[in-house]
């Protein structure tokens, strides 16, 4: 069961560090990625981080704005520098080891997914 936390209102410019966390689960077993979903858009994925933390994948359209990190317990998504085009929910997901899909931001490339932290960026 993952929990996702850090979300809320922001104006454009501004930052928020999502958080993720698990119960039930190790978390330092799986590889996370952060996805977001718009109203009336697909989901798409924003970043991801193995499990040992060693590789991570970005979006294009994060522009290095967004960092991922993880401790043990808890998968980070740092944003900075956020636009009105990043609101979304906001969900991160999991799969036990390695990423098995070609690309580790693909929706099926994850089994287990939180229920998601709105993100808003208005003025």
């Known amino acids: 069961h993952l929990v996702e936390s850090g979300g809320g209102l922001v104006q454009p410019g501004g930052s928020l560090r999502l958080s993720c966390v698990a119960s039930?689960?190790?978390?330092?077993?799986?590889?996370i990625a952060w996805f977001r979903q718009a109203p009336g858009k697909e989901r798409e994925g924003v970043s991801s981080i193995s499990h040992r933390g060693g590789e991570t994948r970005y979006g294009e359209f994060t522009e290095g704005r967004f960092t991922i990190s993880r401790d043990r317990n808890t998968v980070y998504l740092e944003m900075n520098n956020l636009k009105p085009e990043d609101t979304a929910v906001y969900y991160c997901?999991?799969?036990?080891?390695?990423?098995?899909?070609?690309?580790?931001?693909?929706?099926?490339?994850?089994?287990?997914w939180g229920q998601g932290t709105q993100v808003t960026v208005s003025s």
């Open positions: 997901a999991a799969t036990i080891g390695i990423v098995v899909a070609p690309d580790p931001l693909e929706v099926e490339a994850y089994e287990d």
């Open positions: 039930g689960i190790t978390l330092s077993l799986y590889s």
